[in-house]
């Protein structure tokens, strides 16, 4: 079946180095979305990309979708412990719509 | 806006047990998701409700779970019997549009305990 997958899985870092996780679909994505949850809480919503080589910011953070549209990628720049957390990707199924979840990457920020 | 409410937040049960989960949506969201995280399998769908009408129970483990949503503003998750292997932090989400493409608000999730 589609899978969703995400590299890496853990991630540590200095506060103030710069981060990104890689998100990569087995078909290709009618849109992808970011998720962040923190340690001990619930997904929230981040962005949401369409179009093909759509890149956008929010602050520190930068959300690219691939040309093809079955890859995606977060970046974010001079890290801050308030970014610690697992950020997740997710796309639509091609088969049935379905909301797939990639299995996330953990970011620890050492202060 | 309140957001998505969950209850109870923790709950604490015994083999074979009846575990109900209540979640109430974001006011005007007309869909609805259960999901079950654990560390073994991360996020999984169990159902999705679209105007009180499931539309997809593909996701539900087997038949000792069951999800109702009887109105708008209210959706239930039952385990009947409850195993050990049900323990994992039970998240609810709404979206404020119909299908997947559209982002989903969690709520702070009930983490269910079996022993």
């Known amino acids: 079946g589609q899978q969703v997958m995400q590299i890496p899985q853990y991630q540590h870092v200095q506060e103030g180095e710069d981060f990104t996780t890689y998100c990569n679909s087995s078909t290709t994505l009618s849109n992808i979305q970011w998720y962040k949850q923190r340690p001990g809480g619930h997904p929230v919503f981040l962005i949401q990309?369409?179009?093909?080589?759509e890149v956008k910011k929010q602050k520190r953070l930068t959300f690219q979708f691939g040309e093809a549209k079955k890859n995606s990628s977060l970046h974010i720049t001079a890290t801050q412990t308030t970014d610690v957390g697992t950020y997740f990707c997710a796309g639509p199924s091609s088969n049935t719509g379905k909301l797939i979840f990639g299995q996330g990457t953990t970011l620890q920020v050492k202060p | 806006d309140a957001g998505v409410i969950q209850s109870p937040r923790h709950e604490v049960t015994e083999m074979g047990q009846e575990v109900t989960l209540r979640c109430k949506p974001i006011?005007?969201?007309?869909?609805l998701f259960w999901y079950r995280q654990t560390m073994m399998r991360g996020l999984e769908l169990l159902i999705y409700?679209?105007?009180?009408?499931?539309?997809?129970d593909s996701g539900m483990p087997e038949d000792r779970f069951s999800a109702k949503m009887p109105n708008a503003s209210f959706s239930t998750l039952k385990i009947q019997p409850s195993e050990p292997r049900d323990s994992a932090v039970y998240f609810c989400?709404?979206?404020?549009?119909?299908?997947?493409?559209?982002?989903?608000?969690f709520g702070p999730g009930t983490r269910l305990t079996v022993t």
């Open positions: 409700f679209n105007n009180n009408v499931p539309i997809d």
């Open positions: 006011s005007g969201h007309n869909s």
């Open positions: 989400a709404s979206s404020p549009r119909t299908g997947w493409i559209y982002e989903q608000y």
């Open positions: 990309l369409v179009k093909s080589g």
